[in-house]
């Protein structure tokens, strides 16, 4: 099993920023596709924005102009700049990564354990 660690999450007033960190382990052989989704109770999961190995992103209509995604592979780390945030922001983040284990490994999808991002109006 992979684990990828979340770090950022937290309380901020309407038109602060947040930034959040998902680090994967060092030992992957190969991170393709990375990202991060949120979810709200009683809604399923939405995707916010990802990334790829080659830095291609691509983001939900409603984040855009407002969250950055980047990553380093030398890290393994996949980073969400929130800036603009708004109310309805407000959600459990959960970043998501495309991992190949070990050379011979077929990929598979793994999760981050969540951070909660509340934004207060």
């Known amino acids: 099993q992979v684990q990828l660690v979340e770090s950022g999450g937290g309380l901020v007033q309407a038109g602060g920023s947040l930034r959040l960190s998902c680090a994967a382990p060092?030992?992957?052989?190969?991170?393709?596709?990375m990202g991060w989704y949120r979810q709200t109770p009683g809604k399923t999961r939405e995707l916010v924005a990802s990334?790829?190995?080659?830095?291609?992103?691509n983001y939900a209509d409603s984040v855009k102009g407002r969250f950055t995604v980047s990553r380093d592979n030398v890290k393994n780390t996949v980073y969400l700049q929130m800036n603009f945030l708004k109310p309805e922001d407000t959600a459990v983040y959960y970043c998501?990564?495309?991992?190949?284990?070990?050379?011979?490994?077929?990929?598979?999808?793994?999760w981050g354990q969540g951070t909660p991002v509340t934004v207060s109006s």
């Open positions: 060092g030992s992957i052989y190969s991170i393709n596709l």
């Open positions: 990334i790829t190995r080659g830095s291609s992103t």
């Open positions: 998501n990564a495309e991992i190949q284990r070990w050379r011979w490994d077929s990929s598979g999808m793994y």
